[in-house]
């Protein structure tokens, strides 16, 4: 490659340069515009009445003192919503959920009235006056109490309802079960297994806690009947597919905007009661009104991640050759089934279950049940459950490695699909794109000398007067992301594509437009840079905008790693018909037939003559004042990506631990990363996402937890208990990479923001478990806390 | 998260903020960094009608070497203990343990008084102020008493401060040579209260302890000093059996309240560790 063609190249800032962030010079600035930062004239404020109890029933609502404060517009019960039939939504699960308590609250913290008052202060004062009289109902809370015979009836709205939005219910705090693989032949490779191993874990219940609550601002004008709507949404299409449908209002005339968005990790997905009710709060009085809930409504009452109790067999021979695998999980929903997964797979992408591993029979039913807990299941990676059925698949093959007393590396390497039997068919019928997992896994085991590390923990270990513990976790995980091929997934009966706008301006610049929405991974960065390589213009004169549904095309949003693998396809797809066009206007302008031309970075030449070319610049002015004839003028294409397959991103994680034997502290020692998602389109925010993605596993496996006493109430819902980490306690991460790119996608890329979550959470555990596993130990359950790892060192009788 | 309404005053001296406290009575709560109070406001957990902020009254604030003895504005903030040098010199105790209290945003505007004043056992002051046998200074309507800080706690939130009185300032001897002293404790996170705590004061002759005081963060409904360990330890050199029976007598003392950092077994075991860990520390300072 020539000097000056090089230098071209670097001009576009295309993919693979690790250009910087275009969002951050606002975020650091102060200059963001968030939620909470609109203001409109007239906008009332909106607070919300919450149920201080679990489950009891409502008798009586007195509004009377609330509606006598000066400065209260508006107090509404569900009995205010029944006449227009609001007080009860859909729920993306195809359940219904109470936007305001109907009779009955079902979990503590259940959205119970709203205030609507002139200011923020005014209806927090109004809300302490709203008299709520309740009746107590007895609290069911872990979901094999609640399939008891005699559990309480939490749902009484589903009496009689035998059939629900996922096939039979058995019971009346039954959701769904649901099954994937071969039961028939999973058995019979259990029947006749040499080894099995089983294990019980739980995942427990955690939540995002995204930097920004959610909240919205709901501005309804009377007079010309159009909604705007301003909303925390990783998805406002969605969003305004389902404010059209509950309120009749038609689509055209509701416009939802996602401004910037502070962290979203599935927490801002669904729809929930605050936004119906500060909409309806908006029609009713004809003026805006804000609603934003504050950091202990949001880890009380949004999506919350996890809450499975699983439990996994394997079946194998004794050099641990996995020969079969069965999981059954009963999943805790909480009081509404509020997932957002796509509608025929109530349990996500569980399935992916058999994780990297050739596994010749495999089954595992999921069954969703009902608590008197919030509903959510949607964060972290939870809609698509991928985080769960990692962390099971990871877990049992060391359990394995264990009772065959084989090292967990290589019972990995025996075991894994190797690099020739890609398109791989799990027998959970995923077809996995690509994938070189021995190559990945001998890099990792390389770089921090991995026989060293055991040499020095058997030295520990024979060391009675060692204060510490030393583990060594290893998953080696792979990811099923870009959801999804219309043809399996839908949400709300509307496939799961993507979608992209680009139009060039006359004088070269452009701007480009997506269904997608950023909450920090940098979209207008990166979908610039796949612009700026497909049609050579310099990505610093590309704008890219997203969140807004009156100017943006339809797309079902960013969650589950979906944005590169979908609309990354789509910008690629409908840049490459900008630049077929290019290619026509180009040979009309150069007077020679289109098969004489070759594109070169930023032009197209006349092959075999450097002097004879045309610019994208020059191009696009042509497209504005002289286009071929019979050829339209204007240089612009949409395109809608509907994927034929998902993507298989993978990843090889080590981490060493040690534990500190008189106080249960855990140090992170060393945590390496490396990560395969196909193509990388910007190296440095690769990198970020993987760090923040880590950081959250940390804060996750270390951490995390929301957990309920037998009355219900939530314990640790605020940011006092609730571990979010700052840089004084994560862990240095060390990242490295393979490339692996999809076959199928447009670009190779396959989605990596999800990876470092779902990967370093076993990864954590099996650091932990390690350090112990000398002592009989095959399994903790997260959290890894210095108080419950030092209750184990005590059970085990080795607490200093 | 919003607190009801409220009156504001903001006096420039002690006489004005102490008149101010004699007639709005009870409904009125002393503001000082704000860091305790505030959040029980916003969570409605209290509601006074008014509050008095001491933050304009200047000579509330700052230490100062005074006939004798070391002299802590009750005003002056967690940063400026750790940035004041005559602490570094005379009480290098103070800085060291001001470090582990919440973070940077809360060090800046929180007190050393309103630390102590709150009375809340797992508030760090409390216990350092017993082990470094602090007199607080109170001022009410008929002038200033003082109170030694063993004497200070009487139960959570609940003190030998009356209401109409003021802590205005803290007054600690300063160190003698190769005092050995340390703050070990253990948290969850950045910006935790303890689980445990432990706050040692020490002298040695040679490899034996001269003189010991121990305090304990957050493992009793007060703050709290190990005197049974204290007793044991002089004299004794400190060798693991000696450690281990310190660490025996204080968990026979503590009876913390078990709440999301760990149950009374954990924190029981914890006050024991974290001490021995100060005892340690402490005697390679005192060399
Ligand atoms: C995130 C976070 C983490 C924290 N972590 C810790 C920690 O690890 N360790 C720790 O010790 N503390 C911790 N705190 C508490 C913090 O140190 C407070 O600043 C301190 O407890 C109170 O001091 P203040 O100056 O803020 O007092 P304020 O909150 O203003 O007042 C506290 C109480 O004392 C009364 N009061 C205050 N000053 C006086 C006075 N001079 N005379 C009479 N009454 C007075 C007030 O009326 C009020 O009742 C934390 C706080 C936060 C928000």
Redo the contacts between chains.
Sequence with gaps: MNAPLKEREQALMGIGESRLRKEDARFIQGKGNYVDDVKMPGMLHMDIVRSPLAHARIKRINKEAALAMPGVHAVLTADDLKPLKLHWMPTLAGDVQAVLADEKVVFQMQEVAIVIADD??IA??AV?AVEVEYEELPVVINPFDALKPDAPVIREDLAGKTEGAHGARTHHNHIFTWEAGDKSSADAAFANAPVTVKQDMFYPRVHPCPLETCGCVASFDPVRGELTTYITSQAPHVVRTVVSMLSGIPESKVRIISPDIGGGFGNKVGVYPGYVCAIVASIVLGRPVKWVE???ENLSSTAFARDYHMSGELAATPDGKITGLRVEVVADHGAFDACADPTKFPAGMFHIVSGSYDIPAAHCSVKGVYTNKAPGGVAYRCSFRVTEAVYLIERMVDVLAQKLGIDKAEIRARNFIRKDQFPYTSAFGFEYDSGDYHTALQKVLDAVDYKALRAEQAAKRADPNSPTLMGIGLVTFTEVVGAGPSKMCDILGVGMFDSCEIRVHPTGSAIARMGTITQGQGHQTTYAQIIATELGIPSEVIQVEEGDTSTAPYGLGTYGSRSTPVAGAAIALAARKIHAKARKIAAHLLEVAEGDLEWEVDRFKVRGDDSRFKTMKDISWAAYNQPPEGLEPGLEAVHYYDPPNFTYPFGIYLCVVDIDK????TKIRRFYALDDCGTRINPMIIDGQIHGGLTEGFAVAM?QLLSFDEQGNI??NSL??Y?V??A??TPKWETDYTVTPSPHHPLGAKGVAESPHVGSIPTFTSAIVDALSHLGVTHVDMPH???RT??EL?RLGV?Q | ??P??FDYHAPSTVAEAVGLLAQLGDDAKILAGGHSLLPMMKL?FAEPAALIDLNRIDALRGVSEEGGLIRIGAMTTENQLIASDLLKAKVPLLPEAARQIA?PQVRNRGTIGGDIAHGDPANDHPAIAMALEATLVLTGPNGERQVPATEFFLGTYFTAMEADEILTAILIQPFAPKTGYAYTK?K?????WA?AAAAVVMTMDGERVASVRIGLTNVAPTAMRASDAEQFLVGKSLDAVTLDEVARLVRAVAEPAAD????E??KT??AG?MTKRALRQAAERCR
Excluded: C
Excluded at chain 1, 662 to 665: D, I, K, L, R, V
Excluded at chain 2, 260 to 263: E, F, M, P
């Design positions: 923020r202060y927090a004062d302490e504050d950091r202990i008189a106080t249960g502290e951490g314990q640790g006092m208990d571990f980490p700052t004084v306690e806390t210095a108080y030092w209750k005590k607490a | 998260m919003i009801p309404s409605r973070d253990l969850r996170k950045t910006g935790d689980t999301l950092r760990g149950d077994e954990y075991a914890m560790e």
